[in-house]
């Protein structure tokens, strides 16, 4: 069964701060892909990222980046130099190649104070 | 060019009565989700559309949660006979295809309070 965890509920943080999100992930597949959604105060679900099990390369999009690790099972997520927009609670989720469904992981609220 | 739209946005209804939300899909996915949103927590997976193939109505909650979706595209989940714990955030998302290669696109979702 397919399981992912983000142990940090919510993590409050000073503008101009970096703030790391923690995803860890089970599965038992080999081909699977990994996750980030941004929830606004708004309420839509906002597709941030996607990475495939096969492919480790850590990526930066802006003051956004991620960390796959397959060692250790995990996908962070680190904002830098974080903005007040930046508040929202954030989702890694997972989706096994076979599998019908994407399982999210609890999220996390990141608000960023002025 | 449209999202993913669902109605009502609110749904207020008392206990023991049915309801039933909608979500109209972008135009061309073949793939929907229904999922719910309990009050701080994270999504929880409900069922899955794909094409014209028998749904995935594995993570429907009771016999009292039901769904279909019609023409391929507009989908109706009814709640019947609701409960105070059937109280969340009801999101439905499309994708062009199945969700492992492809992003959800996710409605606004409808939130649903149960008296």
């Known amino acids: 069964a397919q399981k992912v965890t983000q142990a940090q509920t919510e993590i409050s943080v000073v503008e101009k701060e970096d703030v790391t999100l923690d995803c860890v992930y089970e599965?038992?597949?080999?081909?699977?892909?990994l996750f980030w959604y941004k929830q606004p105060p708004s309420g839509e679900l906002v597709f941030l990222i996607r990475?495939?099990?096969?492919?480790?390369q850590n990526e930066i999009s802006g003051r956004y980046s991620w960390n796959f690790q397959k060692s250790t099972s995990s996908f962070n997520f680190t904002i830098t130099a974080s903005q007040v927009v930046d508040s929202a609670v954030y989702f890694c989720?997972?989706?096994?190649?076979?599998?019908?469904?994407?399982?999210f992981g609890g999220g996390t609220r990141v608000l960023v104070k002025p | 060019g449209a999202g993913v739209s669902q109605s009502p946005s609110n749904k207020v209804t008392e206990k023991g009565k049915d309801v039933e939300l909608r979500c109209d899909p972008i135009?061309?996915?073949?793939?929907l989700y229904w999922y719910r949103q309990s009050l701080g927590q994270g999504l929880e997976f409900l069922i899955y559309?794909?094409?014209?193939?028998?749904?995935?109505k594995s993570g429907l909650p009771s016999d009292r949660f039901s769904a279909e979706r019609t023409g391929g595209s507009v989908s109706t989940l009814t709640i019947q006979r609701t409960q105070q714990e059937d109280s969340a955030v009801y999101l439905c998302?499309?994708?062009?295809?199945?969700?492992?290669?492809?992003?959800?696109?996710f409605g606004n979702g409808t939130r649903l309070t149960v008296t």
């Open positions: 998302a499309s994708s062009p295809d199945r969700a492992p290669y492809s992003p959800l696109h």
């Open positions: 599965t038992r597949d080999t081909t699977y892909y």
């Open positions: 990475r495939n099990s096969f492919d480790e």
């Open positions: 989720a997972l989706s096994e190649a076979a599998g019908n469904k994407l399982t």
């Open positions: 135009s061309g996915h073949t793939a």
């Open positions: 559309f794909q094409g014209n193939s028998a749904p995935d």
